[in-house]
């Protein structure tokens, strides 16, 4: 196929995902501007195709009027809001992202050439060249090659990578390519939710000088010199809110320098008491109602105990209590209905919970002392309570971005799509031991933590994320792989040889999507 | 004729000394196990158990459990060392029980290690609760009572601290905790000075092979701890690194000491 007839079917590939912005169900997503200046109230609901996702500020309503996450405070109009929407459960969904190129004709802030195109390089205003963003969601995040210590001083990698398919063309780019002067690796990544963050900064279980998965020095917050959880997004790059918040100023919003200590104080202060979850369901109703599940909606997750182990029988990862697993038939058709999907619900959480499966050759789980394979269940790994992430340094290969796990398009001569996402190849150097389940050459889409680290064991490991507001926020996984909850399940039922039952996988959705 | 006799019965109580000794002595190697095979996992209606095969006796090493627990499951995918102790128990999963057992995962990569065994009546695990790590009570648990604390006394001039490895490993998941203790007591004493010496080890197999560790582990050893006490900010003692190439004497007998380095931490 010639460039111009692959250019023609991205073209209309991505015409059809703009198409389908129209015909979504419910009135378009709610858009906050950056700088409109509006309040944001103590709690706010926003709709989405599974209810309704709950933002608490727990407090209080808070002025955005020069508020610093809320003001476009770099050169390119974003704020950090651009890409932490309240309606997106503080993260940003395709569904938001295609909906502000149809109603701006690509000129938002948010489609900036710096990581909302798949390369600076390419032509603006024209859809193909925000393909990832578009289509999957996808910021671009360039890594400096080879790592860097927080210091700036330079990681010798235990591998060396090589770019072996680059169809956004940023990383054999003469300026920001591998070769370039500043050697750096685009990636393409999903914003994470800025929300629940007393979990995923805890100083809790699990966190300790030394990383518990490898016995590296775990990263420490340069305030305080104490060890943290390591839990912050996709590779741990950042040990803090703090950090992060500089770090994406620089990077996302184009802010000349760094941020005023004010400046961070604020944000942080916001982020540090912002909650978001599933409020309302369309199957099974009120999610909050009072003496409900005490795992569901924001103000349960504001009184939880925050990096506590969830992944027993003691203290479940997220607790419904028991009401929901059998409920009464009543006349009422819309009650019995409600019934029912609540049923679904609490038998999903059951299926997240108890229904074990062979979990095999997944780094960073199966290598530290569970064996390989290890008979376990979903919160065997998603195990913190409230979130299910992991509780601390939560990176692991569960081959989202790794192949042969990896979802990649089928290729042959009767499907005209191309790949999209780029694939490195890694090579371990010699006298450097092996991936002890991948072996001494990897194929991976993304590196994920190895960018940071430099270590061959981390090669496409991705810190996992917290399982809140979900609903409000597709796709999912790091590199947005899964457009749906259903997707997301499968690509695990598919990587694990689970053999989920259809029953099964309903129910997990909608437990997934009650969160 | 008297001397005579006593000459003879001195023979003969020697004889029987190192007869009774030299049997003991081979009872007891018999009761070790040092072997290298491909681990099987079985599975049960509660939780896994994992088996070795060796000369036609399948040995249960452990079952699945939690990550503290002091022996952990080898992996699927690479051959194991097994370094065990036949014990009396009663067999579990149709092994028989090693106890203690030390279980090396060898870094290689080895596909032919890939047998999963179905389920058995007749090999069923219970246990109280049936929570899905594995057992936290009655026999098939593991003790993880942390020792009694020492009496309080003043702190010594140095301690020595040991650190453990599989074979021809480096570290690993097992460390963050004693790596931790090593930092935690450097910086309540105020240390002055850090002495690291990595040693290479060597295990005495059952069928009288031995396997040494590579060349360089030592010094691989030794150098990994210093840049990790110094990487989580341990800066102000002085580093005194050193490691041994000659690989420690196997005896068949608790070879896996042999895989270890000692953190000397001294005061000011």
Not at chain 1, 95 to 109: N, Q
Not at chain 2, 185 to 196: K, Q, S
Request: with cysteine; charged share 20%; proline share 8%.
């Amino acid at each position: 196929m010639s460039m111009t007839t692959r250019s023609l079917v991205l073209f209309g590939c991505i015409s059809v995902a703009l198409a389908t912005v129209a015909a979504q169900s419910g009135s378009p997503k709610q858009w906050w501007a950056p700088g409109q200046g509006t309040s944001l109230p103590a709690l706010s609901t926003y709709e989405n195709d599974r209810g309704q996702v709950g933002v608490l500020n727990a407090s209080g309503q808070l002025d955005t009027k020069g508020h610093p996450f809320f003001e476009p405070i770099g050169t390119n109009g974003r704020a950090c809001v651009t890409c932490h929407q309240p309606a997106d459960a503080m993260s940003l969904s395709v569904r938001s992202i295609r909906e502000r190129w149809a109603a701006t004709g690509g000129k938002d802030p948010l489609f900036a050439a710096v990581d909302g195109m798949n390369c600076p390089t390419l032509p603006r205003d024209d859809p193909r060249s925000h393909s990832l963003l578009l289509e999957r969601g996808l910021i671009r995040v360039a890594l400096p090659w080879p790592p860097r210590r927080p210091d700036g001083t330079r990681i010798d990698p235990e591998f060396s990578i090589e770019v072996v398919r680059d169809p956004t063309g940023c990383n054999t780019d003469p300026v920001y390519g591998l070769q370039s002067a500043n050697p750096s690796i685009s990636v393409f990544r999903r914003p994470r939710p800025v929300a629940n963050t007393k979990y995923t900064t805890h100083q809790n279980f699990g966190v300790s000088p030394f990383i518990g998965k490898n016995g590296m020095p775990a990263a420490t917050d340069p305030l305080t010199g104490k060890p943290t959880s390591m839990n912050l997004m996709s590779d741990a790059r950042v040990p803090t809110l703090a950090v992060q918040a500089d770090d994406a100023a620089k990077n996302h919003l184009q802010v000349a320098g760094s941020l005023s200590a004010a400046q961070i104080a604020r944000i942080v202060e916001f982020e540090r008491q912002v909650y978001v979850a599933q409020v309302a369901s369309t199957g099974a109703g009120n999610l909050v109602e009072p003496d409900g599940p005490p795992a569901l909606g924001p103000r349960n997750l504001a009184a939880g105990d925050a990096g506590v182990l969830g992944n027993n029988t003691t203290r479940y990862v997220f607790p419904l209590g028991g009401k929901w697993a059998t409920l009464p038939r009543t006349s009422s058709e819309t009650e019995n209905a409600r019934n029912a999907a609540r049923e679904s619900i609490a038998r999903g959480h059951d299926v997240f919970m108890f229904r074990t499966f062979w979990i095999k050759d997944s780094m960073h789980l199966n290598s530290v002392g569970l064996g390989n394979p290890t008979k376990r269940t979903c919160a065997t790994c998603h195990g913190m309570h409230m979130t299910g992430m992991d509780t601390a340094n939560g990176w692991m290969d569960i081959g989202t971005t790794n192949l042969p796990w990896a979802s990649e398009v089928p290729l042959n001569p009767w499907n005209e799509a191309k790949p999209q996402m780029p694939l490195f190849r890694v090579s371990c150097k010699p006298g450097v031991k092996e991936h002890p389940f991948l072996g001494r050459v990897i194929y991976t889409q993304d590196p994920g933590r190895a960018l940071i680290s430099g270590q061959c064991n981390d090669v496409g490991t991705i810190v996992m994320q917290q399982f809140r507001g979900l609903a409000a926020r597709a796709p999912y996984f790091s590199n947005g792989s899964a457009a749906t909850l259903r997707e997301l399940v499968d690509f695990y039922d598919r990587r694990y040889t689970i053999g989920y039952s259809e029953q099964e996988k309903q129910d997990l959705v909608n437990f997934l999507g009650a969160l | 004729m008297n001397a005579h006799r006593l000459t003879c019965v001195g023979v003969l109580l020697l004889a029987g000394w190192l007869a009774s000794g030299g049997a003991a002595s081979t009872r007891a190697d018999e009761q070790r196990k040092n072997f290298v095979a491909c681990p099987i996992v079985r599975d049960t209606a509660s939780v896994p158990c994992w088996l070795a095969e060796y000369e036609g006796e399948m040995y249960f090493l452990t079952l699945q459990t939690d990550v503290s627990a002091p022996v952990t499951p080898p992996w699927l995918g690479h051959q194991v060392l097994v370094e065990g102790v036949v014990s009396s128990e009663p067999r579990i999963c149709g092994g028989v029980v090693l106890k203690p057992v030390h279980l090396s995962v060898l870094p290689e990569r080895d596909a032919s290690c890939s047998t999963i065994l179905p389920a058995e009546d007749r090999y069923n695990l219970t246990f109280e609760p049936p929570r899905p790590p594995g057992p936290s009570k009655g026999r098939l648990a593991f003790d993880n009572t942390p020792p009694a604390a020492p009496p309080a006394a003043t702190t010594p001039a140095s301690k020595e601290f040991v650190i453990a490895y599989d074979f021809d490993g480096l570290v690993g998941f097992r460390h963050a905790g004693p790596l931790s203790q090593i930092l935690n007591f450097a910086r309540d004493v105020n240390a002055r000075e850090i002495e690291i010496v990595g040693h290479r080890g060597a295990v005495l197999l059952s069928n009288g092979r031995k396997m040494v560790e590579e060349p360089t582990i030592g010094k691989q050893r030794a150098e990994q701890v210093s840049m990790l006490l110094q990487g989580a900010n341990l800066k102000e003692p002085s580093y005194k690194v050193r490691w041994m190439d000659e690989p420690a004497k196997a005896t068949g007998v608790d070879d896996y000491l042999s895989r270890r380095v000692v953190v000397t931490v001294r005061r000011r």
